[in-house]
C-alpha cells in the first residue's frame, strides 16, 4: 500500500507538471506547425544560485557548473522506494546516452540534492550516490542552505513523521530537471510511474530525452 508520503510526492509531482505545462502554453505565440522544437521549460522561473556541500566535503555552487548541462534531482538517501528507483532510471539514462555520444554525454553533470539535511550529512551521502553513477554529486547543506536550493528549483518538501524522531519520512516534489549550461531549465526528465521498477523502458525514455536537447 502507498504511504502517505509517497502520495503526496505524487500530488506534488503532478501538479507541478501541470502548472509547468500551463506556464509554457501561455508563453506560446501560436506559431506554425512547422517551427523548430522548443524546450518545453524555456522560459520557466526555475532554477538559480545556490551554495551547498558535496559528498566529499567540498563547497559546491551553481557556478561551478557553468558550461555544463544539469541533470537535478531532489530526494533523500533515506527514502524506503521512490528516490532509489527514480535514481536508476535517470542514471541508467545518462550511461546509455554516455554510451551512445560520449562527448555529449559528458556534458551533463549529474547532481542529487537533499531534502533531509538532518541525516543526509557529506559521508551518509558518499555510498549512496556511488551506487548509481560514477559522477553523481550529492549535495546537502544546512536547512537554510538546503531550503534556498529547493525555493530556487519549485521543489517542495516537509517531514512526515514517523514511528521515532529518527526514522521520519519525508514528502518532496517528485521531479528531475535537465538545465542548459547557463543554468536554464530545459525540460523535465521522465520518471513514468514511481512505484514501478526501473525497467529497461525508463532509462531509454531519459536517454533519448537527453539526446533531444544536450547539443
Known amino acids: 500500500m502507498m504511504n502517505i508520503a509517497n502520495m503526496g510526492q505524487r500530488i506534488v509531482r503532478a501538479s507541478l507538471i501541470l502548472a509547468f505545462g500551463a506556464a509554457v502554453s ?8 512547422a517551427a523548430p522544437a522548443k524546450p518545453p521549460l524555456e522560459g520557466a522561473r526555475i532554477g538559480g544560485p545556490f551554495a551547498l556541500t558535496d559528498q566529499n566535503g567540498r563547497r559546491v555552487s551553481d557556478t561551478d557548473f557553468a558550461g555544463q548541462y544539469r541533470l537535478i534531482y531532489f530526494g533523500y538517501s533515506f527514502c524506503p522506494d521512490i528516490c532509489p528507483v527514480d535514481l536508476q ?19 551533463v553533470a549529474p547532481i542529487f540534492i537533499t531534502v533531509d539535511p538532518e541525516r543526509d550529512t557529506p559521508e551518509a551521502l558518499k555510498p549512496f550516490v556511488a551506487r548509481y553513477h560514477p559522477r553523481l554529486l550529492g549535495l546537502t547543506g544546512s536547512p537554510e542552505q538546503v531550503a534556498a536550493a529547493a525555493k530556487a528549483f519549485v521543489v ?12 521520519y519520512l519525508m514528502a518532496h516534489s517528485q521531479l528531475a530537471f535537465l538545465m542548459d549550461p547557463e543554468g536554464k531549465p ?29 547539443k
Open 186 to 214: 530545459l525540460a523535465l526528465l521522465p520518471l513514468d510511474d514511481p512505484t514501478t521498477d526501473a525497467d529497461e523502458g525508463a532509462p531509454a525514455k531519459v536517454a533519448a530525452e537527453l539526446a533531444k536537447w544536450v
Open 156 to 167: 517542495t518538501y516537509n517531514k512526515v513523521p514517523g514511528s521515532a524522531p529518527d526514522r
Open 89 to 107: 532510471k535517470l542514471m541508467r539514462g545518462l550511461a546509455q546516452f554516455e554510451k551512445a555520444d560520449a562527448a555529449r554525454g559528458a556534458k
Open 26 to 33: 501561455g508563453c506560446d505565440g501560436g506559431g506554425s506547425a
